[in-house]
């Protein structure tokens, strides 16, 4: 057995990531959101009445907070999200599900169901529980090196 390919493992890493996201924006054409949008907007919904802000969407999902507060900005214009002033600091806002995005989650979980289920095929619930554990040893390996604490970023 030779030495490891990091460098092919790492293009390979950025490739999934990147044809999944592809998939799902497909799946999502009829919804007219992006992988991105919709993440951010199942992400909201699975918050509830806690709401959430946009440093929680940060830590959870790992973009920006310019790429996030962009996408918050749209996802408010189409009528999918509401603010409010955070109870305990008026200079924080509090994010919500609005009726026409409790209507699309349902939908939009399917798209990211038929996206994943393209991405997974043929793996056995084995190689996916070790895919998953490994996956989540590298996240945990990458925020404890990061250089800002491992606060950018997924959190496992």
């Given amino acids: ?17 990147i044809q999944l996201e592809l998939r799902a924006n ?5 919804e007219e959101l992006t ?35 962009a996408v918050v900005k749209r996802l408010r214009q189409m009528g999918y999200v509401r603010c409010e002033p955070c109870a ?3 200079r924080r806002k509090r994010l919500f599900a609005t009726e026409k995005s409790w209507r699309a989650g349902p939908g939009l979980r399917e798209a990211f169901r038929r996206a994943e289920e393209r991405c997974y095929r043929g793996l056995s619930p084995e190689e996916l529980l070790a895919l998953e554990q490994l996956q989540q040893k590298v996240l945990r390996n990458l925020n404890k090196n990061a250089p800002n604490g491992g606060k950018e970023g997924t959190q496992p």
């Fill in 26 to 30: 497909e799946a999502l054409s009829e």
């Fill in 88 to 90: 305990e600091d008026d």
């Fill in 35 to 69: 992988a991105p949008q919709a993440q951010v907007l199942l992400y909201i919904l699975d918050r509830g009445e806690l709401g959430t802000s946009l440093t929680e969407l940060q830590g959870v999902i790992g973009y920006s907070k310019g790429t996030l507060s």
């Fill in 1 to 17: 057995m030779g030495e490891p390919n990091y460098w092919g493992m790492s293009l390979a890493a950025r490739q999934i990531g």
